[in-house]
Structures are given as structure tokens and as C-alpha cells.
């Protein structure tokens, strides 16, 4: 069975930066297009970007510019989320998972932005 674990997460100043990590664990199979998310305090979960086989990538539009999915090519368990230029509404526990049809979801990381 799939593990999905998040780590990075902290508390910053609006501004400032933080880089996410995500590792999977716990299968023979790779996950192809892999997605990140965050579920802000009484908001739904939301995709805000992710990375295809191909390295093709997308963000919507309020992270656009300021955040960088990438994946780790030498390793393929592990993926990354840089985020730069935090801003208060970026308050939320964030999540990794495939970037259709995501299932399984690991315990997150929670980024909390100081204004």
C-alpha cells in the first residue's frame, strides 16, 4: 500500500520561504504525476500544482510564480514543493498525492505564515 508522508512545513514570516518534501513509501509502483495540495481551516482540500511524467507542470493561478513543484529524477519516491514569497494566505496543512485521482492521503504538513 502507497505511504505519502509530508515534512518541511513550518511556522515563517510573509516573505520568507520553505521548501516541502514529499517521500513515498510502500509500493513496487511509481506514481507518475504527482500533485500538491493544502486544505486551509475551513476550506476544501485543493490541488495547487503538479508535475507529470514528462516534467510538464501546472499551478493555479495564486501560487503561479511563487511556488516550484519539482521531482526528484535520481530518486523517483520523492518530490518537492519551494515556496517562495509566502504570504499569510498561504496558511494551510499541505499534502502530496497523485495529481489524478488521489487517494490515500498522508497526515500533511502544516505552513503557517506570519504577517
Known amino acids: 500500500q502507497v505511504q505519502l508522508a509530508e515534512s518541511g512545513g513550518g511556522l515563517v514570516q510573509a516573505g520568507e520561504s520553505l521548501r516541502l518534501s514529499c517521500v513515498m513509501s510502500?509500493?513496487?509502483?511509481?506514481?507518475?504525476?504527482m500533485g500538491w495540495y493544502r486544505q486551509a481551516p475551513g476550506a476544501q482540500r485543493e490541488k495547487i500544482a503538479h508535475?507529470?511524467?514528462?516534467?510538464?507542470?501546472?499551478y493555479v493561478d495564486s501560487v503561479r510564480s511563487r511556488f516550484t513543484i519539482s521531482r526528484d529524477d535520481a530518486n523517483a519516491t520523492k518530490w518537492y514543493l519551494q515556496m517562495n514569497k509566502l504570504k499569510h494566505e498561504d496558511y494551510a496543512v499541505y499534502y502530496c498525492?497523485?495529481?489524478?485521482?488521489?487517494?490515500?492521503w498522508g497526515q500533511g504538513t502544516q505552513v503557517t505564515v506570519s504577517s
Open positions: 498525492n497523485r495529481a489524478y485521482a488521489p487517494s490515500g
Open positions: 508535475i507529470t511524467s514528462t516534467g510538464s507542470t501546472m
Open positions: 510502500g509500493s513496487i509502483f511509481r506514481i507518475n504525476d
